[in-house]
């Protein structure tokens, strides 16, 4: 039973490019959760989605910043025009349903550098 | 608006010691703690997770704890090993909102020497 995947692994962007980082749950998961976590930072919810919805989108940024779980296929977190602070581990976790019970298993994680 | 706060930032002991590591938070209102483990490079392990009407879970050498009066969460380590060398990370699952945000603290760095 594979994990949580994402890919690419690490991604290099120039300032002003675009960047998707892709997460595929795990099997039988319907709800993604992506997180951040900055330099010398703790990670940071972003967002919370269930197939075709968004659920929770409480600690994306306003601009730039958007995410997707289409009925087929992986989660997209995209951000447009990148700049060197969004430079970031960004993760993904899954779970098998909504609610404190089920428990977020996480992925290894996409490293954005922005040059 | 909870605070997970993890003190020590980074801990260095010699093979063999107990440790504990501890994690504070200021909203009560939870429904779990949890503690991962995270090696460089790479994603989140789950070690342990306590519901709110729990007192402690234990796995292998691992046994965390769970004061919610005080706002406190131990994670205790027994005979540490090199291989336990990662950071740690405790978070909260808070009431309201939709029960998919976990709240980290920024880690304990922990260093196992042989």
């Known amino acids: 039973n594979a994990g949580v995947m994402q890919n690419p692994r690490h991604l290099v962007r120039r300032r002003g490019q675009e960047a998707r980082l892709r997460c595929s749950p795990m099997k039988g998961h319907s709800h993604v959760y992506w997180y951040r976590q900055l330099p010398e930072e703790g990670l940071k919810f972003m967002v919370y989605l269930q197939k075709e919805n968004i659920i929770d989108e409480s600690g994306m940024p306003k601009e730039r910043f958007s995410a997707e779980f289409p009925k087929e296929g992986p989660s997209i977190l995209r951000i447009q025009q990148v700049v060197r602070g969004d430079s970031a581990a960004y993760f993904c976790?899954?779970?098998?349903?909504?609610?404190?019970?089920?428990?977020?298993?996480f992925g290894p994680g996409t490293r954005l550098t922005v040059t | 608006k909870q605070e997970v706060t993890q003190i020590p930032a980074a801990l260095s002991v010699p093979e063999g010691e107990n440790l504990v590591l501890n994690c504070s938070f200021t909203d009560s209102a939870i429904y779990n703690l949890q503690w991962f483990r995270q090696d460089p490079g790479k994603g989140l392990t789950s070690l342990l997770l306590i519901q709110s009407s729990q007192r402690e879970q234990t796995s292998g050498r691992l046994n965390a704890s769970l004061d919610k009066s005080s706002g406190r969460s131990t994670l205790y380590i027994a005979a540490s090993q090199p291989g336990d060398s990662a950071t740690y990370l405790c978070a909260s699952m808070n009431y309201g909102g939709s029960q998919g945000n976990l709240i980290f603290g920024k880690g304990t760095k922990l260093s196992v020497k042989p």
């Open positions: 976790a899954s779970s098998m349903g909504q609610g404190a019970v089920y428990e977020q298993y």
